[in-house]
């Protein structure tokens, strides 16, 4: 091989390592001549221990990557499949976009074939946020135009039943009732009121924040309503977390109403655990393109969990399985989240407990 032709396959070798996206080449048997480091990292699969293998062999029982290379060997036709293909690797699945084409000659002849797997991961937790924005926004606008028809007769209910307090003689036992009505005119009057923070714009007053003493605040206070159960609190922070710029009093709602959750689940008795970290290479894409730094905070219990059919509700306003609830307080920290430019997530196994997971930046 003349020494220019080397440097050209040398050069090629490079561009194929450097693509981003996992590509793998076959031969006309199917066996594996390149797999770059993008498709290891996909498919789990060293490039030393797929070169020479048979695809067939190595990707048994991924059926459906299978039949499109089989296809593809077939007709000489390029595949493509953006929804089927999950890649199991271990424990975990990973959900890639395929194409399978024919490797061709200058004067077509097909020679093999080359697979370009793209992670779309990201992308699918991308979707599954923007469905939930989209889920919340319908339902914010219609629970807003009710919460506003709400709060006039409410009004209304609540002078009635003031006045007729004060009709009645000091002693009388009708007394009672008119206290009812106003003590759950004003439950109404909360819910109102939470339902249309949740739908209305807002500015944050934002300023640095210290999530540390926020949530040390609401533990403690949290500890002191629940002494007479057997819960214990756990706080395992990263004390080197600096400041936050966030909107305190949001903040503060936020881990409350996670924390509040929490030691709801447990019950009688359990344990809870709030961690702080740091998570520094965190970016949209996970190949650190995007260089940003978030602080991770973990509200872990080991209450009963939460079942798949309801973890798909889980943040919609009024979703609730308390006689008390009202099933806004997730609805919220979505929202508060959000409006901080972070995430929210849910991790729970019927049985093994939840993990709530907020995500913020960290920016100084
Ligand atoms: N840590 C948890 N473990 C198990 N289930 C949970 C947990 N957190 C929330 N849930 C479930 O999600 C539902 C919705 O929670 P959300 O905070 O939105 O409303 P709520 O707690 O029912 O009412 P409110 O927050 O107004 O008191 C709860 O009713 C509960 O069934
Ligand atoms: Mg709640």
Do not use: W
Not at 29 to 45: D, F, R, S, Y
Not at 154 to 171: S, V
Not at 227 to 234: M, T
Not at 265 to 276: E, H, P, V
């Amino acid at each position: 091989m003349s020494e220019s032709n080397y440097n050209l396959k040398g050069y090629f070798a490079n561009v194929i390592d450097s693509v981003g996206d996992g590509v793998v080449v076959l031969d006309r048997q199917h066996k594996i001549t390149l797999l770059n480091p993008a498709a290891e990292e996909i498919t789990g699969i060293s490039q030393r221990l797929a070169e020479g293998c048979s695809f067939d062999d190595l990707f048994r029982g991924e059926d459906v990557l299978l039949e499109m290379v089989a296809k593809t060997s077939e007709t000489g036709m390029s595949i493509s499949d953006h929804e089927n293909v999950v890649l199991k690797k271990g424990p975990h699945v990973t959900p890639v976009n395929v194409t399978t084409s024919p490797l061709l000659l200058a004067n077509g002849e097909s020679i093999g074939i080359v697979l370009v797997l793209r992670d779309i991961s990201n992308i699918r937790e991308l979707e599954e946020a923007v469905r939930q924005a989209d889920r919340l926004s319908t339902l914010g606008a219609l629970a807003a135009g009710l919460a506003h028809e709400i709060k006039n007769p409410l009004g209304g209910i609540k002078g009635a039943a003031q006045l007729l307090e004060r009709e009645l003689p000091a002693g009388s036992d009708l007394r009672e009732y008119t206290s009812i009505m106003l003590k759950e005119v004003g439950r109404v009057n909360r819910i109102v009121e939470e339902l249309l923070s949740l739908t209305t714009p807002r500015k944050l007053e934002l300023s640095h924040v210290d999530i540390h003493e926020v949530i040390g605040d609401i533990v403690t206070l949290q500890k002191r309503a629940a002494a007479q159960k057997d819960i214990s609190f756990i706080q395992d922070f990263d004390l080197s977390i600096p400041p936050i710029l966030a909107d305190e009093a949001l903040a503060t709602q936020l881990f409350l109403n996670l924390i509040k959750n929490g030691v709801e689940a447990l019950g009688d008795n359990g344990q809870l655990r709030i961690s702080t970290r740091v998570l520094s290479d965190y970016s949209m894409t996970k190949k650190g393109e995007r260089f940003s730094r978030m602080v991770v905070i973990d509200i872990i219990d080991d209450g009963p969990g939460i079942s798949k059919e309801m973890m798909e509700n889980l943040f919609t306003p009024f979703f609730t399985t308390k006689s008390k609830g009202t099933g806004l307080g997730l609805a919220i920290c979505h929202k508060i989240v959000t409006e901080h430019r972070g995430m929210i997530k849910v991790d729970s196994e019927p049985g093994s407990g939840s993990t709530f997971t907020v995500m913020l930046p960290l920016v100084r």
